[in-house]
């Protein structure tokens, strides 16, 4: 650790080779605290690149556990976090009602940690046990439409570097690596990052990684579509940008996307989407980044056509119908 800490203080880059290597290393526990500390606040300092952030992911992935659903086409859905603005489960709504369009998607998360609700936190409250069991997980994916992977269960390194990055108490590198480790690898992947500059690194990183990829943000910092602003969307094909208005749907105040002061008031919100009986703005946001899911997975389809494709799963009850299903598979 010693030599790339120098590395670092003479300003030159680590390889992917090199951070794959420190990953390892973490995982065996070969560096103390205060060397994990230092590493993490000169990368953050100078500015994590592509090649580090993926040698990183390399050795999560290694040392964690893998699920084989490569028979499957699937989606990831899911932002990296971090944008304090404390909205209602979107990404993990928007699964739903992905799968109730007709869609695969395996869904990767955590545990609120700059909102008072993450995905974690709104399934277990509906009462959904997590697993690992990779039978369970293709049964849930094939009947209801979603898997779900809880990341402690799968990236085994995270938890080397938990303690380090508690007592720090600021953003690091590793806050940007959770979207990139689903344990499926799926074939394709809507992640929301909450600046433009995480996004040329998220587009640059999925580029690397060779999958069908989106990348969202929208301008006023959120890490998904927040129709509070207007927003950017790079993929495979195309970079654009749109407004609410593009889309159809009025702008929203982010108050009216606020998730609560508690985990069950986000809770009722999702449960008020898929139930029809969610305020304007709160289906809106929902349908819209639903529909850009669809058009992610579904390449020959537009953002704008996927939106009656999302409002029909949504006002059908088919999405609904997706989650009580997940959750009689997975409880």
Do not use: W
């Amino acid at each position: 650790m010693k030599a790339f800490l120098n590395k670092l203080i003479e300003g030159v880059v680590l390889t992917r080779e090199e951070t794959h290597e420190i990953m390892l290393g973490i995982v065996a526990e070969k560096y103390n605290d205060c060397q994990i500390a230092a590493l993490l606040m000169a990368l953050q300092t100078r500015g994590v690149t592509v090649d580090e952030l993926l040698g990183f992911r390399d050795g999560l992935l290694e040392t964690g556990k893998r699920i084989n659903l490569d028979d499957y086409n699937t989606l990831d859905i899911v932002g990296t976090g971090g944008d304090g603005k404390n909205t209602f489960n979107i990404s993990t709504c928007s699964a739903f009602v992905i799968a109730g369009a007709g869609y695969k998607v395996s869904k990767h998360g955590n545990g609120g940690s700059t909102s008072v609700s993450g995905a974690s936190n709104v399934l277990q409250g509906h009462g959904a046990k997590f697993t690992d069991d990779e039978d369970l997980l293709k049964r849930s994916l094939e009947e209801s439409g979603v898997c779900y992977f809880h990341a402690p269960l799968f990236a085994y390194g995270m938890k080397f570097v938990g303690p380090t990055r508690r007592a720090l108490g600021v953003p690091t590198c590793f806050n940007l690596l959770g979207p990139l480790v689903n344990p499926c690898h799926p074939k394709n992947s809507f992640h929301g990052t909450a600046t433009q500059a995480q996004q040329r690194l998220y587009v640059n990183a999925h580029q690397k990684i060779g999958d069908n990829f989106g990348v969202v943000t929208s301008y006023d910092g959120y890490d998904e579509i927040s129709l509070t602003s207007g927003f950017k969307l790079v993929t495979n094909d195309f970079e654009k940008v749109f407004t609410p208005k593009d889309l159809g749907f009025n702008y929203v105040y982010p108050k009216d996307i606020y998730g609560g002061e508690t985990a069950a008031d986000a809770m009722k919100i999702f449960d008020n989407v898929l139930e029809g009986c969610a305020t304007e703005a709160q289906k809106s946001v929902i349908l819209a980044n639903a529909a850009c899911g669809i058009s992610v997975i579904d390449r020959n389809i537009s953002v704008e056509d996927s939106i009656a494709m999302a409002r029909e799963s949504l006002d059908s009850g088919k999405a609904l119908a997706a989650f009580k299903k997940f959750l009689e598979i997975n409880s």
